[in-house]
């Protein structure tokens, strides 16, 4: 199969802070944010040269989150196909108004901004900051942000219509803050290797319920179980391949899933198999700042569980929080962490996320 390829013109209604551009007016653009623009401008710049030039794919870096990033290729025509599930599934159609409020060196940048050429969105670019809704003064359609983000920005959500949000759990504290809010927020399930999201869940639906609501599909993905339990995720137009994840599910229908924790967290202590996620998503009921629960060696149990929490230390701190886990009736004993860590300042991947392994590093060894 041949390399080459012709990146399609953008779209007639696409424009870029304000501006229409067409492939050769964009590639001026790109040089020009390369050599003058901000950090983050250097980064879309970047992006723009490696789209249009004449090649089938793209090379991007995954996010790092669940082992070492690692540099892969993506076609362009995957790329293509996600960004018109994603308007199908979100209904944004042409002329669509949308922020990129995230780094153009990941997934989730690069992938607004192929939706805005492809799709013909009205997409404006600001500073990819924790905060990224102080600098908006005007209704956005559509945009997405991470949790952390997220987070930072309750008071302004009215000005996004709909927000997708990837990158990292939504805790339960902020999914309580997004229930009165009129924007319609979505939790997405991806990777860098399926071009983005392959599935979304509704975080403040109008119709609420005990459960948490199942990932539903975008179109043309299926998926399915090994014999661990694991998702197996078919998705032609995005994959070459089909992908077979760590991630523990339950599949609920052939369309709708729900994420239960990664295969490989799976804590062993004293011959009890505990989910690290099942075990955060029930401290999230009580826990008001970034935490994680992980395992070191104990000679009893083989594995101990242990908990992380991104706090200042003190006595104080950790009575109040063990006085928090013993109360909470939803933990079992054996999801009780036999040890908490007070960290000042958690350890990161580049685009944010909580970097366990080295944060667990930095305290223990």
């Known amino acids: 199969m041949s390399d080459r390829y012709k990146t399609p013109e953008t779209h007639s209604d696409f424009r870029l802070n304000k501006r229409h551009y067409t492939n050769s007016e964009l590639k001026n653009l790109a040089l020009r944010l390369i050599d003058e623009g901000e950090p983050y401008e250097e980064k879309i710049g970047k992006f723009l040269i490696d789209w249009l030039k004449p090649l089938a794919y793209i090379e991007v870096y995954t996010s790092g989150s669940t082992g070492e990033p690692k ?9 293509i196909n996600s960004a018109i599930a994603t308007a199908k599934f979100f209904e944004l159609p042409a002329g669509t108004t949308a922020l990129l409020c995230l ?12 939706r805005a050429m492809i799709l013909g969105w009205d997409l404006d670019s600001v500073l990819p900051s924790s905060s990224p809704m102080d600098q908006v003064f005007k209704v956005y359609d559509f945009s ?15 000005l996004v219509k709909k927000l997708i949000i990837g990158g990292g759990a939504v805790s339960s504290r902020l ?46 993905v299926s998926i399915g179980q090994d014999d661990r339990g694991c998702l197996i995720i078919k998705a ?11 991630d523990v599910v339950e599949i609920v229908t052939y369309k709708r899933f729900r994420w239960k924790g990664r295969i490989d967290n799976v804590i062993n202590s004293g011959g009890i198999k505990l989910h690290p996620e099942e075990i955060e998503r029930k401290l999230n009921k009580i826990l008001d700042r970034r935490f994680f629960i992980t395992s070191m060696p104990d000679e009893a149990l083989g594995n101990k569980l242990v908990l992380f929490v991104e706090d200042d230390f003190s006595e104080e701190t950790l009575n109040n929080l063990e006085k928090k886990i013993n109360s909470l009736k939803s933990l079992d004993k054996n999801e009780k962490p036999k040890k908490i860590y007070l960290v000042e300042k958690f ?13 667990f590093r930095s305290r223990v060894d």
């Not at 153009?104 to 992938?111: E, P, V």
């Not at 032609?236 to 760590?246: G, K, R, S």
């Not at 350890?347 to 944060?359: A, L």
């Open 236 to 246: 032609p137009n995005v994959l070459d391949e089909q992908i077979i994840t760590n």
């Open 175 to 220: 999914r309580k803050m997004l229930l009165e809010s009129e924007s319609k927020i979505f939790e997405t399930y991806g990777m860098t290797e399926t071009c983005s999201h392959i599935a979304a869940k509704r975080l403040n639906p109008k119709k609420k319920k005990k459960e948490p609501r199942p990932f539903k599909l975008l179109p043309n």
């Open 144 to 158: 997405a942000m991470t949790p952390f983000q997220l987070d930072n920005s309750i008071a302004r959500l009215h």
């Open 103 to 114: 780094p153009a060196n990941y997934i989730a940048g690069k992938m607004m901004l192929v």
């Open 71 to 79: 540099k892969i290729r993506l076609k362009k025509q995957h790329m």
């Open 347 to 359: 350890e990161e991947t580049p685009n944010g996320k909580i970097h366990r392994e080295n944060t």
